[in-house]
């Protein structure tokens, strides 16, 4: 599952407080896109592997529990403020989910580049 980081920063500029990306548990997170640009995404590519961008990622309850903790948040934060913005015919929508095509290594700070 991957998540843009400017879509945590704006849901965080949402709350008025900062989020944490772990509450959302993505295998890949991306640095320097526009909040949301992941959704239009069909394909990239992260040194030799590409992905196939699947479908958003829609969300439960469990974003409002705290990793370090496992303590549910009473407010049912993040995602009640997700849900003002991103429900989409009941899912609330947040990350999109990914299939890698090949194999190879990641490294923290590689280069995305949007195929398609």
Not at 39 to 68: H, M, N, S, Y
């Amino acid at each position: 599952m991957l998540i843009g980081q400017g879509s945590l920063d704006d849901l965080s500029a949402r709350m008025g407080r900062p989020q944490e990306m772990l509450r959302f548990r993505p295998n890949l997170v991306i640095e320097g896109a526009e909040a949301f640009a992941e959704d239009g995404w069909k394909r990239i590519r992260i040194g030799d592997i590409e992905f196939q961008l699947l479908t958003p990622c829609a969300r439960c309850i469990l974003t409002t529990v705290d990793p370090a903790t496992g303590e549910r948040s009473a407010d049912r934060e993040p995602f009640a403020t997700l849900k003002t913005y991103r429900e989409v015919e009941g899912n609330v929508l947040f990350g999109q989910n990914v299939a890698n095509e090949g194999v190879g290594e990641l490294e923290v700070g590689m280069s995305v580049e949007v195929l398609e």
